[in-house]
């Protein structure tokens, strides 16, 4: 059962937990679900496919590797997904920062609802603070209408700029991007971890080694890499006001800028009041990867988050050191040299650098 933070709208410093509305499905409703079912086998049987990093195989969709539960995920955000002016979503990468976002985008959203000496957050963790949409969508039969989120809604997702439909990233729709990317080096580490160890029991588990090769290569899910980040990047220089881009780096580095910047992007920019009363810095001490890690919730045993009937996550695991530069850890100097150079041909010419420095 998904349960998502929803904000009391009557009483302040208190948060309820309520289940992802969902309809009783109709004939037609049924009918329409059974078709979406059609088509994703049919699309399957005839997508190039892969080695997957967490199941047997991912397929290829749309210049794009996606496992068979976040196609299904994709068709249906194509098909139901009906997007709110107001509505912001924080997308990337795997890896590179989706908890952290979640929890600064939430405890932003509703600075003015919650006392930080007894916030939400502390209690449920970032993962449960609003929907991943390529899964929650159909997490609950047949769809899950996400009606009963206050304004502004806000999602997460993986999925690339060039897959989601035009009524959430049209320039001329007034819904919101929050994109945050991290150097590939220290998203391909991160990744590995985290998915060998959501890895089925029954298959071979991935060498580091092999987990290099295809993320090089770009089969890896989500990816290629690369072109999820210029995707983002491009429609963020044509749109500056729809799409803010973000890098992990200079969070860590200045968290209180670029949450100024996340603030006023989202519409909710920081008064003189606020910053003189250190609301700001408040916020990145309830974010920062020491205070959430370190939660209850957060701990062995504390929670879980289901992503699909299959997929179930720790919350424990999606936190492991929080660094810049743990590739040096794993890449040798050869290795290094192979992805900076994928990156900087993949990004030339574009503006925008990442990665390509040792750790800052
Ligand atoms: P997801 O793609 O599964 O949603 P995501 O949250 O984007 O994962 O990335 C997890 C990474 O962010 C982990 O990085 P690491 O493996 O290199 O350590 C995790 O430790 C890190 N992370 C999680 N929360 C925070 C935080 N509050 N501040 C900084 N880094 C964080």
């Given amino acids: 059962m998904s349960t998502y933070l929803v904000p009391d709208q009557t009483t302040c410093h208190h948060c309820t937990a309520i289940n992802g509305e969902t309809q009783i499905p109709k004939e037609e409703e049924e009918e329409a679900y059974n078709k979406l079912h059609e088509k994703l086998d049919g699309i399957l049987a005839t997508m190039p496919k892969d080695k997957g990093w967490r199941s047997q195989n991912i397929f290829l969709y749309k210049g794009f590797w996606l496992s068979p539960g976040v196609l299904k995920g994709l068709l249906m955000i194509h098909d139901y997904f009906l997007p709110q002016p107001t509505d912001i979503f924080l997308a990337a990468f795997m890896k590179c920062g989706t908890t952290w976002l979640k929890a600064l985008m939430f405890a932003t959203a509703n600075r003015n609802r919650y006392k930080f000496s007894d916030h939400p957050l502390n209690r449920t963790g970032p993962q449960s603070a609003f929907p991943f949409l390529d899964t929650h969508i159909y997490l609950e039969y047949p769809v899950t209408k996400f009606d009963h989120l206050p304004s502004p809604r806000l999602f997460a997702t993986h999925f690339a700029h060039s897959l989601l439909p035009t009524s959430m990233t049209s320039p001329s ?130 929670g879980a988050q289901k992503f699909t009937a299959q997929v179930v996550v720790e919350n424990q695991d999606f936190f492991r050191k929080g660094n810049v530069g743990d590739w040096e850890n794993y890449l040798t100097e050869e290795m290094r040299k192979r992805i900076d150079s994928i990156t900087k041909t993949k990004l030339k010419g574009s503006g925008l650098t990442l990665g390509l420095t040792r750790k800052t």
């Fill in 173 to 302: 729709s007034t819904s919101k991007f929050v994109y945050v990317c991290r150097d590939p080096k220290d998203a391909l580490i991160s990744k590995w971890h985290f998915m060998s160890k959501l890895r089925s029991k029954e298959l071979t588990p991935i060498s580091f080694n092999e987990a290099y090769d295809l993320f090089c290569n770009g089969v890896s899910e989500y990816g290629p890499f690369w072109d999820h980040v210029m995707g983002y990047w491009k429609a963020s220089r044509e749109s500056p006001e729809k799409i803010l881009f973000l890098k992990y780096e200079d969070m860590k580095r200045e968290p209180s800028m670029e949450l100024k910047k996340l603030a006023a992007f989202m519409g909710m920019p920081f008064t003189a009041a606020e910053e003189e009363g250190g609301v700001v810095e408040e916020i990145v001490k309830l974010c920062s990867f020491e205070n959430l890690s370190n939660l209850q919730v957060n701990k062995d045993g504390g």
